[in-house]
């Protein structure tokens, strides 16, 4: 494995960026300011030379052959797990399965764990700030088992009330289905009060912890919840390779949702019987080298002081907010306390669209749109936000660059 | 300012988005047709009354959009009305064509001028379909076949 790099305190972020190719590159003549890290973080140098390194002098499938590689690139993938429970501090590195992202990790949990336990006017507690991938596998239960979604509202500023979730729960509660963090509000929730008060009625609670794992420090024991799913390509690895949390008990009862090899023990003519969890919910040839990249942008990741991390981020959201408070023709939407680095807002007589064309221009990404989160649009009444979402490579004069740019597309657009 | 970014938002579209022509909803429509865009949530309707040659003797569309779509209706809408069904579709397929950044032949001094004010989009390809949401949502209301365009789906 890669040694982690350590960088010593505080946070130095020009030490940080010089890790990352990409941001040294120029779009349309100018330099880039990548404010669309909440979409996919880009990848430090460390993360793909590990992963050629590895296609380059261990690679083979896992799991099957006897072979010198096979093994090796086995104990590679098999690491890459213990990285993984590490990073989350799960108590077993079998409550680990390897998905190919948080939207299957969701899905997982929804074919595999809910559906079997649900019958028609049974209930699922979720928040209206979800991100679609935590909102249509639970739809699809509502289709095909008569499932009752119950939705639970947020504040104007887009803070989450425990006591209004609490409210929710009900005797056919079967499961709550709650964001770490928005990835439109950026609003943080409190996990650890939300799961004690489902565990209070004996409902168990799944966290999306696509936005969350990067900014937060994750432990799922002490969080006591019952699954957390993670992707990859936020947490500065790769695309293609995400993973589930979920507590032994629940994974030993669970089905398997894909068929196929590796999965099984035995087959017959006319019986099959299941591997072990992880094994049997990662049915074919799994993401190996993408495996191997997680584990080295976790370890990556976790050479940080994450703490310093965060007041970092922090501090870059409060700049951002503050710079664009003086633009009276702006509306922030999201501004809960404690809320992590995503800065979401709409412009009177701008449309997201046009503002984030111009932006690009000016060499800033951001994302336009409704970010996956229509029930949210719907929420704070509006078609689509602009929305800059920062990650810990990013700078205050990132955040000049996104305001100069936001004052000039008024200009463009309003004369 | 970049060239292509002040050659999209020239004045006449912004104008044309400020203040769009034929907006609102007709009474009395023969025709009409919702066009939807997933990727950013933006609506449009398209009224048409149609006579009994087929003419687009009126035309309004309401929605809500981006500058580019909005000003592409408000503009589809000036340049329609009073045209034939045929002469609308040919239109259309030259719109089509000019903001891909690809040769429209076949058309009119007048009508080229109109249409290559929207021509700078090619330039936006993540846009084109800002563009052209007005135009596949008319083709739909004079075919009444779909009821509602999704123009990320093309």
Redesign the interface.
């Known amino acids: 494995m890669t040694a982690p790099v350590k960088i010593a305190m505080p946070f130095d972020v020009e030490a940080a960026r010089a890790q990352f190719p990409i941001l040294s590159r120029t779009v ?1 003549g100018k330099p880039l300011v990548y404010l669309d890290s909440g979409a996919s973080a880009q990848k430090p140098a460390v993360v793909l030379d590990a992963m050629t390194d590895f296609a380059q002098t261990d690679y083979a499938n896992v799991h099957r052959g006897v072979h010198f590689l096979s093994a090796a690139a086995t104990d590679r993938y098999e690491a890459a797990r213990r990285t993984v429970q590490k990073f989350l501090n799960a108590a077993r590195e079998d409550e680990i399965v390897f998905t190919k992202g948080g939207t299957e990790a969701i899905n997982l949990v929804a074919y595999s764990y809910l559906m079997p336990r649900i019958q028609p006017g049974d209930e699922i507690v979720l928040s209206v700030m979800e991100h679609h991938s935590n909102i249509v596998p639970w739809h699809f239960l509502r289709e095909r088992c008569g499932a009752v979604l119950r939705w639970v509202d947020v504040a104007d500023d887009g803070s989450l009330d425990v006591g209004a979730l609490d409210a929710a729960i009900g005797p056919k509660t079967k499961l709550v289905a709650i964001t770490h963090m928005s990835n439109v509000l950026g609003t943080v929730t409190p996990l650890k009060d939300i799961v004690a008060s489902a565990h209070a009625k004996g409902v168990p609670v799944l966290a999306d912890g696509c936005q969350g794992a990067v900014h937060e420090v994750v432990d799922v024991q002490a969080l006591d919840i019952d699954f957390y799913a993670i992707t990859g390509h936020k947490l500065y690895g790769p695309t293609g390779i995400g993973a589930l949390y979920a507590k032994w008990a629940h994974l030993k009862a669970m089905r398997p949702f894909n068929g196929g090899g590796e999965m099984i023990r035995e087959v017959t003519k006319d019986r099959i019987s299941y591997a072990d969890p992880p094994a049997r919910f990662e049915a074919g040839t799994p993401p190996i080298l993408e495996a191997a990249g997680l584990a080295v942008a976790l370890d990556w990741l976790m050479g940080f002081d994450r703490v310093s991390v965060a007041a970092h981020e922090h501090a870059l959201l409060a700049y951002a907010r503050d710079q664009v408070s003086r633009f009276n023709w702006l509306r922030v939407i999201g501004d809960a306390p404690g809320k992590g680095a995503i800065l979401s807002f709409e412009a009177d ?1 701008m ?4 503002l984030a ?2 932006l690009d ?1 000016e060499g800033v990404a951001v994302r ?3 970010h996956c989160a ?1 029930v949210l ?1 719907e929420r704070f009444a509006v ?2 936000t602009t929305r800059a979402s920062f990650a810990l490579y990013n700078t205050r004069a990132d955040v000049d660059a996104l305001v100069a740019g936001l004052a ?1 597309a008024r200009e ?2 309003h ?1 | 300012m970049d060239n292509a970014l002040r050659e999209l938002y020239q004045e006449v579209i912004l104008d044309h988005s400020r203040h769009p022509r034929h907006y609102g909803a007709m009474g009395g429509a023969s025709h009409q047709a919702e066009g939807y865009n997933p990727l950013c949530g933006d609506r449009v309707t398209v009224y048409l009354k149609l006579d009994a040659d087929g003419r687009v003797a009126d035309i309004a569309f309401e929605g809500k959009g981006c500058a580019i779509s909005q000003a592409s209706a408000s503009m589809m809408a000036d340049l329609l009305k009073g045209r034939s069904k045929e002469d609308a579709e040919k239109l259309m397929e030259s719109f089509l064509h000019l903001v891909k950044g690809e040769p429209a032949p076949d058309l009119s001094d007048d009508d080229r001028e109109m249409l290559e004010v929207m021509g700078g989009i090619s330039e936006f390809p993540m846009r084109v379909k800002c563009a052209t949401l007005a135009w596949h949502t008319f083709r739909n209301a004079v075919e009444e076949g779909r009821n509602t365009v999704e123009e990320g789906a093309r």
């Not at chain 1, 449309?351 to 046009?354: K, P, V």
Request: proline share 0%; glycine share 16%; hydrophobic share 30%.
């Open positions: 349309y007589g449309h997201a669209h046009d064309t111009i221009r336009a749109g409704h229509q649009m078609t689509s000039r463009v657009l004369g």
